[in-house]
């Protein structure tokens, strides 16, 4: 098990399945270390190494991504009635009377009569490409892919710049 080419030797487990390259493989250096704080006194009582998860990698892309992919999830339903803008009685006049060939609505005795209808120019016609409620709404984000931008974000907490530009 000392192979320095297995998989556990090169990568971090962490606590919420994520894997991470060994922070040894990434920098020379040891992990850093923080303080722990006397609750009553205020004084450091001693230090521990700082946790694996705040030496992740920092993939703005990734967090960014699953962030507005499971903000998708929350989402319901709508589109416009089917019939919308369809329920006239209404004929095109053909070619030969100088107007366009779209349907008209037919009758007479109200300002409505001869004006255009069904199309989307219209007014009062169905609107272009009616919603549908089949639309794909929601999103399925993979299990590693969550963890490692939720790692990403906590790592990035630990970036005083990243977290004053905020």
Same mark, same amino acid.
């Given at each position: 098990?000392?192979?320095?080419? +297995?998989?556990? =030797?090169?990568? /971090?487990?962490?606590?919420? !399945?994520?894997?991470?390259?060994?922070? &040894?493989?990434?920098?020379?250096?040891?992990?850093?270390?923080?303080?722990?704080?006397?609750?009553?006194?205020?004084?450091?009582?001693?230090?521990?190494?700082?946790?694996?998860?705040?030496?992740?990698?920092?993939?703005?892309?990734?967090?960014?991504?699953?962030?507005?992919?499971?903000?998708?999830? +929350?989402?319901? =339903?709508?589109? /416009?009635?089917?019939?919308? !803008?369809?329920?006239?009685?209404?004929? &095109?006049?053909?070619?030969?009377?100088?107007?366009?060939?779209?349907?008209?609505?037919?009758?007479?005795?109200?300002?409505?009569?001869?004006?255009?209808?069904?199309?989307?120019?219209?007014?009062?016609?169905?609107?272009?490409?009616?919603?549908?409620?089949?639309?794909?709404?929601?999103?399925?984000?993979?299990?590693?892919?969550?963890?490692?931008?939720?790692?990403?974000?906590?790592?990035?907490?630990?970036?005083?710049?990243?977290?004053?530009?905020?």
């Amino acid at each position: 098990s000392n192979d320095p080419l +297995s998989p556990s =030797a090169c990568c /971090v487990q962490l606590p919420c !399945g994520a894997t991470l390259p060994h922070p &040894s493989s990434a920098m020379a250096a040891a992990r850093p270390v923080v303080n722990v704080y006397d609750f009553k006194s205020g004084e450091v009582s001693g230090t521990v190494p700082r946790p694996a998860v705040f030496d992740a990698p920092i993939r703005r892309d990734l967090v960014h991504k699953v962030q507005s992919d499971m903000a998708k999830n +929350s989402r319901q =339903a709508y589109g /416009v009635n089917k019939d919308s !803008g369809m329920q006239h009685s209404a004929e &095109s006049w053909g070619t030969g009377r100088a107007v366009s060939r779209i349907p008209r609505i037919s009758g007479s005795g109200t300002r409505r009569s001869s004006q255009g209808a069904f199309g989307n120019m219209c007014r009062q016609g169905r609107m272009f490409a009616p919603t549908k409620t089949w639309r794909k709404w929601h999103r399925k984000i993979a299990v590693n892919q969550r963890r490692y931008a939720t790692a990403s974000s906590v790592a990035a907490t630990a970036v005083t710049p990243l977290v004053q530009a905020r």
